[in-house]
């Protein structure tokens, strides 16, 4: 069964530091989303992501957080200066359509210190 | 924009009960409801989804029911099994489909 992968499973960083998470979503699914989950809380939307362009963000997403698809397979989120509070369990998730089932990641865990 | 509310926090049954979990939702234009069961440490993963257009579908032992008039949907696991315990999220999509708003979540522990 095609899976959503995520690398890597585990990321730990300084404050102040980039991180890139990377996805690779099922090959034939054209809406791309990243989540985040605080620990112990809900599942909270990041953005979303179809036809190469950014379809809709939270207000979450600020100008610290930006997505790429940069060779039609992976599917980046890059946070330029990480703050202590952006340690959480980072989803990513595809869909066929926009209405169909959400196929998760195994995530990535974030830790900032 | 849509507002999905869960309910209850945390749910704890008795071996063979049955385990209800409900949702209600805000926007009239959300038209696809799953129900993502997920593991300590694990990723969600779809267990059952309801479209507007059906009020109840079921596949063994989980069963969704929907109301579109009063804006709710519900899980029922019947004859729950200590392999059911885990934390259960209800979402629904957004009107533009560019999103899934999920609910708070639902721990559920069934005890043996």
Redesign the interface.
């Known amino acids: 069964e095609p899976e959503v992968t995520q690398t890597p499973s585990h990321q730990v960083t300084q404050m102040g530091q980039e991180v890139i998470l990377r996805c690779v979503p099922i090959s034939n699914h054209l809406?791309f989303?990243w989540?985040r989950q605080i620990l112990g809380?809900?599942?909270?939307?990041l953005v979303?992501f179809?036809n190469n362009e950014i379809?809709?963000k939270s207000e979450i997403f600020d100008d610290q957080f930006s997505v790429e698809r940069p060779d039609g397979s992976n599917f980046t989120l890059k946070i330029r200066s990480t703050k202590l509070e952006d340690s959480a369990m980072y989803?990513c998730a595809s869909t066929l359509?926009?209405?169909?089932?959400?196929?998760?990641?195994?995530?990535t865990r974030l830790t900032v210190v | 924009g849509e507002n999905v509310e869960q309910h209850p926090s945390t749910l704890s049954v008795q071996e063979g009960d049955s385990a209800v979990i409900k949702c209600t939702y805000s926007d009239s234009a959300s038209?696809?409801f799953?129900w993502?069961k997920q593991e300590l440490g694990?990723?969600?993963?779809?267990i059952i989804?309801i479209r507007s257009n059906v009020g109840e579908k079921k596949d063994q032992r989980i069963a969704v029911t929907l109301n579109k008039t009063a804006k709710h949907f519900s899980l029922h696991i019947t004859e729950t099994q200590p392999e059911d315990s885990a934390v259960y999220?209800c979402a629904a999509?957004?009107r533009?489909?560019?999103?899934?708003?999920?609910?708070?979540?639902t721990k559920l522990n069934v005890k043996p």
């Open positions: 809406y989303y989540y809380q809900k599942v909270e939307f979303s179809y379809s809709e989803f359509q926009g209405n169909t089932e959400a196929f998760f990641g195994q995530g | 038209n696809y799953p993502y694990k990723r969600p993963q779809l989804d999220f999509t957004a533009n489909f560019n999103k899934f708003y999920f609910g708070s979540g």
